[in-house]
């Protein structure tokens, strides 16, 4: 069977690579939230050998092409059922480095963001980060017109959908102890947020 494979994510890989050089400590564990096909996960476990990898999604229909994907690689574990909207949304007892989060915000219902800032808090150790990609509004306003025509499309298709805007999500975040470190402009308009807990002062070498 052909394995399943996304556009978006072969173009914005290296990109999203770069960044996460910036922040990834050389070991350590890092949960990937909405994996998707797993083209990203099995991307970046090539690239960061030294880090234990655990993709997950909310649901279950493509887990067999991400373990297909990462079979030849051993820093990658089997993907587990993580959806983020449920109030309990795993049972997770292993404290990550890092959870990434890419292209779901925008095509998710909000509390699905909420139930990635409440997973984050109860699993991240205390040096963590929280690594969000996708269009993001600045300040209510779209950043391109191709953002605006999306976001509209996406309401059309689902009426909990929709590009957000930075600041909601930021202000989200500090419901639950973070803040938001840094914003990095992306190719295509697209954005990476970078969220820490509001007491840590990020002091150790990365990649």
Do not use: C
């Amino acid at each position: 069977m052909q394995l399943p494979s996304s556009a978006s994510a072969q173009r914005n890989k290296e990109p999203i690579l770069s960044i996460l050089k910036l922040y990834l400590l050389a070991k350590g564990t890092v949960l990937e939230t909405a994996s998707g096909t797993g083209e990203h996960i099995n991307f970046f476990s090539e690239k960061f050998k030294t880090v234990h990898w655990q993709p997950s999604d909310k649901l279950d229909r493509n887990f067999w092409a991400i373990e297909k994907r990462t079979e030849q690689q051993n820093n990658v574990a089997s993907p587990i059922t993580i959806d983020l909207t449920s109030k309990n949304p795993t049972d997770l007892f292993l404290k990550y480095n890092a959870i990434i989060n890419i292209n779901m915000i925008h095509i998710s219902p909000w509390e699905a963001t909420v139930g990635l800032f409440s997973l984050a808090k109860n699993i991240l150790r205390k040096e963590g980060f929280i690594f969000t990609y996708g269009p993001y509004r600045v300040n209510g306003k779209h950043t391109s017109e191709g953002n605006e025509n999306f976001d509209k499309y996406l309401r059309t298709t689902n009426s909990t959908w929709g590009v957000r805007s930075i600041e909601k999500v930021a202000t989200l975040s500090k419901r639950f102890g973070f803040r938001l470190h840094r914003i990095h402009d992306m190719p295509m308009n697209n954005s990476v947020l970078i969220f820490y807990f509001n007491n840590f002062q990020m002091t150790q070498q990365k990649f």
